[in-house]
Structure formats: C-alpha cells, structure tokens
C-alpha cells in the first residue's frame, strides 16, 4: 500500500514533469536569438521528454521500486532519451549535409519522420519477439514506440504528422501536444500489459486462443 502510494506520487511528479519540460522547453527556443541554441534546446527537450516518459513506464513496470534492477532501468532511460534526440539526424541525412542551415531548409520532411515508419517497425520488431521468443525485441520496441511517439506529436504541433500513404494531418493545438506527450507513457504501459497478458494466455492455452 506505501509503495503503491510512492508509486502513484512518483507517477504524477514525472507526468507534470514531461509537461513542464516541454512547456519550458518551447519558452527557452523562443527566447533564443542563434539558430544553433534553438536546434539544442528543441533537441535537448525531445531528449527529456523521451527520457521521462520511459522512467514512468519502467517504474510502473517493475513489480515493486524495490526489485527493479536500477542499472537496467537506467541503460532503458538512457536508450529512450538518445533515440528520441537522434530522431532529427534525419534532416541532416537528407539534406546530405553537416550544415544547421541546410537541414532545415529541407522542403520536404524526412524520412524518420514519417509517424508509419516507427508504426510498422514497431509491429514488425513485436511479431520477431513473438515468433522467435525474443523479450528484448519487445522492449526495444516500446522503447522505440515511446521515443517516437513523444518526438512526432511534439514536432506535430508546428507541421501535423505525417501518416504516408495517407498524407498529413494539420498542426495540432499546443495544449493536445503536451497532453499527448504526458499520456504516451500510459499507453505504453496499456500495452505492455496486453502484450504480457496476451502471452500469458498463449503459453497456458497453448496458442488456443487470443485475448
Ligand atoms: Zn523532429
């Protein structure tokens, strides 16, 4: 019962914590006067957001605060907070460039954000763990799901997401955006429970049937 309430204080002190660094995040690019700062403060927030949303799904996902094996919860943060930062490489890539000015200055968005990409990854990296019993490939793929998810609906406030073939959606409203951002982990939480109840009752029914 303590931990449980430690647990739900935890929970709401990193939720707001994702709002406020996106909130704080956007005030610093907007007060800041070189193009170089602007691109660090709005990759240093979607490293944040990323990097706090996965510490809600791994502390909620660890039995008790005092199981969890800290040092793997630690390298999961940190691979959510890198891949959530290394997401804008791609302007760079596509625009066959080292050059700030001439990754965005790119007419079109790249491919690393195309919101399909991390979709069918994320599917494709789920079956290979269910087919071939692989538990990192599951993990790796909610990593993933949570480092994209909470980039491409930040960046979706300014240009919409890019669903191809389907074609793009239209900027979505400031507030959306930072309630998203603060949802996505529990969504990913949602589904990782799924996943793991799905299994559950695959390895008992012998693959009888599917919840
Ligand atoms: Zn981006």
New binding site residues.
């Given amino acids: 019962m303590v931990l449980y309430r430690v647990l739900l204080n935890v929970n709401v002190l990193l939720t707001v914590s994702v709002s406020v660094a996106a909130v704080l995040g956007d005030y610093l690019i907007t007060i800041c006067n070189s193009p170089l700062g602007k691109a660090l403060c709005?990759n240093i927030t979607?490293a944040l957001i990323g990097g706090l949303a996965w510490t809600i799904c791994y502390l909620n996902r660890a039995k008790t605060l005092e199981e969890s094996d800290q040092r793997h919860g630690a390298l999961e943060v940190l691979a959510c907070t890198f891949l959530s930062s290394v997401?804008?490489l791609d302007?760079f890539i596509a625009a066959r460039s080292t050059l700030l000015k001439n990754a965005t200055a790119l007419m079109q968005r790249p491919f690393?954000?195309c919101s399909t990409t991390p979709l069918v990854l994320f599917l494709v990296l789920l079956l290979v763990s269910q087919t071939w019993k692989v538990p990192a490939f599951k993990q790796g793929a909610l990593i993933g799901l949570t480092a994209f998810a909470t980039?491409?609906i930040?960046?979706a406030a300014r240009r919409g997401l890019w669903l191809y073939p389907f074609g793009s959606t239209a900027p979505i409203p400031y507030w959306l955006y930072i309630a998203l951002c603060a949802l996505v982990p529990y969504v990913v939480i949602f589904l990782d429970k799924s996943l793991k109840q799905q299994q559950r009752v695959m390895t008992n029914d012998g693959y009888s049937h599917v919840v």
């Fill in positions: 709005d979607h997401i804008d302007h690393l954000h980039h491409h930040r960046d």
